[in-house]
């Protein structure tokens, strides 16, 4: 049941993900598969509660149950994932009917003197897929209770529950799929006052102007240009790969540094005047990717984003910086700042 919890929110989130046709066209697919299923097995369509009691009463045979828990649960995940309005707890209770259906007839047909009656097993199956799905243990039980009216129900119930909500969430991740659908309309519903404060600060307000923008390859003279402001950063445009990559400066001065004191030692005179040390520093390329330095790969974030939504796409791209992007116009946009993770730490501290 755990299992089958999770293949079903994650196929909701699977074409909660591609929703590139239209929603008119969307619903029409859903339909024509639906009715497909449905011609041939009409167990499928609506509330399926009628499906419920069948199970109950072990009219369903072992094949019918599987299939219809397999159209089911498809057919419910895709019609919740393209957005058609409909609920979830009874599509949930249907799933779990059935595959409690299906594993209680298997045990009868392995151990006929051990097993209990069908229905007993569809009523386990319905609360482990509820509270599975809706990552809740405890309305699940209830409703258990509430539906059978008998408290010996209870220590199975507990069972088939707990092990269901540990194997979805726990050892799979999953949360409760109205969390999963909140999180992919970018709703977050934690509220701790770190994420309050976030949210209410801009990443304007934190990202650092002090960056040079240079290609990949630049000769001595230029790297000493982009040092001699103070810069903190450099931004290192890769053409091969169309990415952009950060540089520490102090890593960019030390490496240049060495080249000057490599070029003295090959002229053989370290006491040269100023003069002298330039000529014996001739223009060399510098591959800014290669050299020994700190380099950090970058995305972009917009220049109105909060601090929370850059942290978010931080821990989504893996990246410890971001560079902040401006658009000035269609199609043409500016980068006007840096913004890494420390500086969000440093803020956090600031503030707090």
Not at 32 to 49: F, H, K, Q, S
Not at 179 to 196: D, I, K, Y
Not at 206 to 235: C, D, K, Y
Request: one cysteine or more.
């Amino acid at each position: 049941l755990g299992l089958l919890a999770v293949l079903f929110m994650r196929t909701v989130r699977t074409v909660a993900q591609h929703q590139e046709l239209p929603m008119p066209w969307r619903f029409v697919l859903v339909g024509l598969l639906t009715a497909a299923t449905g011609w041939l097995i009409p167990e499928v369509l609506g509330m399926g509660y009628d499906t419920v009691n069948l199970a109950l009463l072990g009219d369903l045979g072992f094949w019918l149950l599987v299939s219809v828990l397999a159209a089911k649960l498809l057919l419910s995940a895709m019609a919740v994932g393209v957005g058609m309005p409909g609920g979830l707890i009874g599509p949930s209770l249907v799933i779990g009917a059935t595959a409690g259906g299906a594993l209680g007839t298997a045990g009868a047909l392995l151990a006929p003197e051990h097993a209990s009656s069908t229905g007993f097993y569809v009523m386990l199956g319905m609360g482990g897929m509820m509270g599975a799905v809706l990552n809740a243990p405890l309305a699940a039980l209830v409703a258990l209770l509430e539906l059978t009216r008998n408290p010996e129900i209870i220590l199975p119930g507990m069972l088939t529950i707990v092990i269901a909500n540990l194997t979805a969430g726990d050892f799979f991740g999953e949360k409760s799929i109205f969390l999963s659908q909140l999180e992919q309309q970018g709703v977050s519903l934690r509220n701790n006052p770190l994420v309050q404060m976030l949210r209410r600060s801009a990443v304007a307000r934190v990202m650092t102007r002090s960056f040079r923008r240079l290609p990949t390859r630049i000769t001595i003279e230029e790297a000493q240009q982009a040092l001699e402001n103070g810069e903190r950063w450099i931004l290192i445009e890769d053409e091969t790969s169309n990415k952009l990559a950060l540089l520490p400066a102090s890593d960019l001065a030390s490496h240049v540094l060495s080249l000057e004191e490599a070029a003295r030692v090959e002229a053989g005179d370290e006491a040269a005047p100023e003069k002298e040390k330039e000529e014996a520093c001739t223009p060399a390329g510098i591959e800014l990717m290669a050299i020994p330095a700190r380099r950090q790969d970058t995305h972009s974030v917009h220049f109105r984003a909060t601090l929370q939504e850059a942290l978010d796409l931080m821990d989504e791209k893996k990246v410890d910086a971001l560079y902040v992007i401006r658009n000035d116009a269609p199609m043409i946009s500016t980068v006007q700042g840096i913004l890494t993770r420390e500086d969000l730490e440093n803020f956090y501290r600031y503030r707090r």
